[in-house]
């Protein structure tokens, strides 16, 4: 039977992992795959995380399984991380899953067992998974316009002229902060227009909150989704503990869901039988950690101090390279880098100046001209600022 089975496109990015890896050249710079680099060229681990991983060590007497849900204490701390102090446990339930890809999966397949009529309307552009996953799914969806290519920012006004063909019970995607693959973010004002709209048409937000932590600071890239948690009758958030957390193949992620209170008991149990129905039990190790490090005072303090340090050297890399573009270009044209926030800016070259970059300085980046800011350090701004002038962008 396997002779009927078709040749699938490969991932771009992995594609283009594979091609980096190929390239012989010892200067050449990867600023395609989306993990976080320290100045080294090193995805650390965080600090907290292995002194937690020392405790574990000591303390941990089973590996038994946990509750199809994940474990409350887990549930409890991402919540308090991603809501807030004081969140309404009434109405919230929530899901250990397989990273954030997976809280992503397992929130369109709630979606659809609630509405399989919904439409899901998905920004554009978006993570390019989004749109992989839902097509597998054959789930209907709509792309609606987020970013201006000329001027590099939020195309806020599009974007709310077409949302505003939402219908009530679809779904409607939105990135909490740091969006993937643009870097531009809606302002706390959009976000309130945003939770207006939605209000209006009945329709049901699902946030993919990513990068927690890596903008403007914990508290900072949470304020739209708390936004629009305490105006929404109903959300559906996705959370990922890759990046803040580190711990990118532990796939520790955490669908949160806020309902009617009289509805949390079967969203409760559908969110269990959905992990049933997939891969039973998510990965306790990761989720494990992240309420280790979240319920200790010292160790929760020393993670948001190299959080700190992460985040912060991000935007110094970010305030760099705008500022050599400019003196290059003598022009503020890039100055856009310095204000987009997370690990991604999309520079608005073309793939034929995209290419150039590649085969000239062997830098590589996505197609579309997405560049994670990551994958720099102070030595490498230089020469990715000389080369995006030399392609014409």
Request: a negative charge; charged letters at 20%; one cysteine or more.
């Amino acid at each position: 039977m396997f002779n009927s089975l078709k040749a699938q496109a490969p991932d771009k990015i992995l594609a283009l992992m594979g091609q980096f890896r190929a390239d012989p050249r010892p200067e050449k710079i990867d600023l395609g795959v989306g993990v976080y680099k320290d100045a080294e060229g090193r995805t650390p681990v965080m600090r907290a995380i292995k002194a937690a991983e020392k405790q574990l060590w000591d303390s941990e007497t089973t590996k038994t399984y946990t509750a199809l849900a994940g474990e409350p204490a887990f549930h409890a701390v991402m919540a308090e991380m991603v809501l807030g102090a004081g969140y309404p446990a009434e109405r919230l339930s929530c899901l250990a899953t397989v990273g954030g890809t997976g809280a992503c999966r397992q929130g369109f397949e709630l979606a659809r067992m609630a509405n399989p009529g919904a439409t899901v309307w998905v920004s554009d552009p978006t993570w390019p998974n989004h749109l992989s996953i839902l097509a597998f799914m054959k789930q209907d969806y709509k792309l609606y316009r987020y970013f201006d290519s000329a001027a590099r920012t939020v195309a806020f006004e599009a974007m709310m002229e077409d949302l505003a063909a939402v219908k009530a019970g679809d779904l409607v995607l939105l990135h909490g902060c740091c969006h993937n693959p643009t870097g531009a973010n809606l302002t706390l004002e959009q976000w309130a227009a945003v939770a207006d709209l939605l209000e209006a048409k009945g329709a049901v937000p699902m946030i993919d909150l990513a990068y927690q932590g890596f903008g403007d600071g914990l508290d900072q890239d949470a304020a739209g989704t708390r936004l629009i948690a305490s105006r929404l009758p109903e959300v559906i958030i996705a959370a990922s503990c890759s990046k803040n957390f580190g711990i990118y193949r532990e796939r520790t992620g955490c669908l949160m869901v806020l309902s009617d209170a009289a509805a949390k008991e079967v969203t409760q149990g559908t969110l269990a039988y959905l992990n049933r129905q997939n891969y039973s039990f998510a990965p306790d190790h990761g989720s494990r950690l992240v309420t280790m490090v979240l319920s200790d005072p010292a160790l929760k303090a020393d993670w948001m101090a190299e959080l700190e340090e992460v985040r912060n050297g991000m935007l110094g890399l970010r305030e760099q390279l705008a500022a050599e573009l400019r003196q290059l270009s003598n022009s503020d044209r890039f100055d856009f880098i310095a204000r987009h926030r997370g690990m991604f800016s999309r520079l608005g070259a073309s793939p034929e100046a995209v290419e150039k970059m590649r085969v000239d300085n062997g830098i590589y980046m996505v197609g579309d001209s997405r560049l994670n800011i990551a994958g720099l350090n102070t030595k490498t701004v230089p020469v990715l600022a000389r080369a995006i002038i030399a392609a014409g962008v």
